[in-house]
């Protein structure tokens, strides 16, 4: 092992919204966490793998740390959250420019409890004009806890994105790679066809229906040519499940060709995917079936 080489942990944390995801495809190159403009997109914890020659940086990517509501869900997101945050070496402390409020201080408490070394990452400075308006920002920032570096990016258009990469792989201990060097991430492509169905139904429908909504991979084989995926989309009341199918079921096939052209480019092969709709009470604040459907700690 070359001394210059090191590997470990990296966890982005932040409340809902504020860039996460965005962040880590930014790092990967790859699209891995599923994004929309909606909060709470992020449901699981999700590892992407970034090599390296001088090193081996493991970003976790966490659900946003957040305040709203106490259903199963809400504290599987909350514990997700924060289990991601043990055991790293470092954490990326992510806030949107010019923006503090009582979510991202509840995000701060939890982070400074862990005792890791904390990156504080200000994101998306591409919506000011003048970053200078950031200095008083970040001098009262500064105040409330001893951040090991401060950092400026913006995750969408990649703006200083490589930096802050740089910084991180800086505070991580010297040592051999945890994972291989072509793996990138440690979630099957099961995973991941769920996620993307799932990202279409956050795009695509408004209010508070996509938080209703989950997605169980029924069957999912890949043959020379295909992938044959069948899925089974969860909803808690028969009017969510019309509203998702819509008229003459052209809501649902819009979704379903959207999920399968994001499927196709993300597994490199054509996808057969068919869709269902069923209808199972309360799930999302049924801790059995959260856990059936693959929510576990």
């Keep these: 092992m070359n001394k210059s080489e090191r590997s470990g942990f990296a966890a982005i944390a932040g409340r809902p919204n504020v860039g996460k995801s965005t962040l880590l495809n930014r790092f990967i190159g790859l699209k891995l966490a599923i994004t929309s403009h909606k909060p709470q997109t992020t449901r699981h914890s999700i590892v992407g793998v970034k090599t390296r020659d001088d090193g081996q940086i493991v970003f976790v990517d966490t659900p946003g740390i957040h305040r709203r509501g106490s259903q199963a869900m809400n504290r599987y997101l909350n514990r997700t959250a924060k289990a991601a945050l043990s055991d790293v070496d470092v954490l990326l402390f992510v806030v949107q420019a010019g923006v503090f409020n009582r979510e991202d201080k509840l995000v701060l408490k939890t982070v400074s409890e862990s005792k890791t070394p904390v990156i504080l990452v200000i994101n998306k400075i591409d919506l000011l004009e003048d970053k200078e308006e950031l200095l008083p920002y970040i001098a009262e920032l500064k105040e409330l806890h001893d951040f ?150």
């Design 148 to 297: 090991l570096d401060v950092m400026l990016v913006s995750a969408k258009n990649g703006k200083q994105v490589e930096e802050l990469e740089n910084r991180v792989l800086q505070a991580l201990p010297e040592g051999e790679n945890n994972y291989p060097e072509d793996q990138l991430t440690d979630r099957s492509e099961r995973f991941f066809a769920a996620e993307l169905i799932r990202e279409q139904l956050t795009r695509h429908y408004h209010q508070e229906l996509p938080y209703a909504t989950t997605v169980e991979i029924e069957s999912f084989s890949e043959e020379e040519k295909l992938y044959r995926i069948n899925a089974l989309i969860w909803v808690e009341r028969k009017g969510q499940k019309a509203i998702l199918i819509g008229n003459k079921g052209e809501a649902m096939k819009k979704v379903g060709t959207m999920a399968r052209k994001a499927m196709e480019k993300f597994l490199g092969k054509k996808v057969y995917l068919q869709l269902w709709v069923k209808v199972r009470e309360s799930w999302s604040d049924d801790e059995n079936a959260l856990s059936r459907l693959g929510y576990t700690d």
